[in-house]
Nanobody
Framework: QVHMVESGGGLVQAGGSLRLSCVVS????????MGWYRQAPGKQRELVAT???????NYADSVKGRFIIVRDNAKNTGFLQMDSLKPEDTAAYYC?????????WGQGTQVTVSS
């Protein structure tokens, strides 16, 4: 059974930083592409960043230069370092892992950025 536990969300002032974590169990984590997505109220879920099993990264234009996605395969954990946060970054953030055949989602963690 796959378990994904996200943490690190919270309330922060604009310009501040947060670090999200996603601990994954039940799969061979190193074989999966990992991503972070977010969904603001009334909006569709959108891609924030992804990192492949080989370490290649991809970012939404809105977060380039401010967010960094990393993974620690030895600890089955992925991270999203978020700096220079803006009010428009306010959303529920979801961890995702995907292979050719399967995809799994975490339960989400709320990030709120006050102006």
């Amino acid at each position: 059974q796959v378990h994904m536990v996200e943490s690190g969300g919270g309330l922060v002032q604009a310009g501040g930083s947060l670090r999200l974590s996603c601990v994954v169990s039940g799969i061979i984590f190193s074989s999966y592409t990992m991503g972070w997505y977010r969904q603001a109220p009334g909006k569709q879920r959108e891609l924030v960043a992804t990192i492949t099993s080989g370490g290649s990264t991809n970012y939404a234009d809105s977060v380039k230069g401010r967010f960094i996605i990393v993974r620690d395969n030895a600890k089955n954990t992925g991270f999203l370092q978020m700096d220079s946060l803006k009010p428009e970054d306010t959303a529920a953030y979801y961890c995702n892992v995907v292979s050719d055949l399967r995809a799994y989602w975490g339960q989400g963690t709320q990030v709120t950025v006050s102006s």
